[in-house]
C-alpha cells in the first residue's frame, strides 16, 4: 500500500523559511512525479510545484523564486524549500504522487495527509 508522509511544517513568522518533507513508501516510484499542493480554508486546493523523477520541475507563478521543490530518488522524498514565506503562503500543505505530473489535481493518485504551515504577519 502506497503511503506518503509529511512533515516540517509549523508557525514562522513573514519573512522566515520552512522546509517541508514527504516520503513515499510501498511500492517503487521510478519515472513517477511528486509534487506539492496546498489548501486555505475555504479555498479550494492549488498546485504549487513538481518534479520530475529526473528533476524538472514546474512552479506555480505566485512561489517562483521563493520556494524550491527538490528530490531524493534514492530515499523516494520529496522537499520543498520555502523562503520568504507571506502570511497568504498559509494553508495545510499536500504531498501528491502520480504519473502524469502537471498543476491539476486529478492527474495525481496518491496523497499525504497534509501538514500544516502558518505565516504570521
Known amino acids: 500500500q502506497v503511503q506518503l508522509v509529511e512533515s516540517g511544517g509549523g508557525l514562522v513568522q513573514a519573512g522566515g523559511s520552512l522546509r517541508l518533507s514527504c516520503a513515499a513508501s510501498?511500492?517503487?516510484?521510478?519515472?513517477?512525479?511528486m509534487g506539492w499542493f496546498r489548501q486555505a480554508p475555504g479555498k479550494e486546493r492549488e498546485f504549487v510545484a513538481v518534479?520530475?523523477?529526473?528533476?524538472?520541475?514546474l512552479y506555480a507563478d505566485s512561489e517562483k523564486g521563493r520556494f524550491t521543490i527538490s528530490r531524493d530518488n534514492a530515499k523516494n522524498t520529496v522537499y520543498l524549500q520555502m523562503n520568504s514565506l507571506k502570511p497568504e503562503d498559509t494553508a495545510v500543505y499536500y504531498c501528491?504522487?502520480?504519473?502524469?505530473?502537471?498543476?491539476?489535481?486529478?492527474?495525481?493518485?496518491?496523497w499525504g495527509q497534509g501538514t500544516q504551515v502558518t505565516v504570521s504577519a
Open positions: 501528491a504522487l502520480g504519473t502524469a505530473g502537471g498543476a491539476v489535481v486529478d492527474r495525481y493518485d496518491y
Open positions: 510501498g511500492r517503487t516510484f521510478s519515472y513517477w512525479f
Open positions: 518534479v520530475s523523477w529526473a528533476g524538472g520541475t
